[in-house]
């Protein structure tokens, strides 16, 4: 759903649209879905704030989230985005990827 949002506010720049954007990116690395030691995002989230993540991360929530931070980066230019996108993806190389250079997923 993200992804959409940005290419639609790249094709048809809405600020109504480009902060339900921000504001949910600067939520979702702000609070528990994002792991500010290890770097990665958790699964999901077991409560309403989004504060208290439930400790389990999935390669495929890796690969998405930290293509959304890439293209939200692109999109506005906020560092943020670029750091918590680099970020996941140094923990994807070094925490799911096995001696032979594939992956591990569940």
């Not at 290419?7 to 921000?22: C, F, M, S």
Request: aromatic share 12%; proline share 3%.
């Amino acid at each position: 759903m993200l992804l959409l949002l940005i290419d639609e506010q790249k094709r048809n720049p809405n600020d109504e649209q480009l902060n339900a954007i921000t504001t949910t990116l600067d939520i979702m690395a702000s609070g528990g879905l994002y792991d500010t030691v290890g770097g990665g995002f958790h699964r999901y989230s077991t409560d309403n704030t989004w504060l208290i993540p439930h400790f389990e991360k999935m390669l495929y929530n890796q690969a998405q989230l930290s293509l959304v931070y890439t293209r939200a980066y692109q999109l506005t230019h906020k560092p943020l985005y670029r750091r918590i996108a680099q970020q996941t993806l140094d923990y994807v190389l070094k925490e799911m990827q096995d001696k032979n250079g594939g992956f591990f997923s569940a």
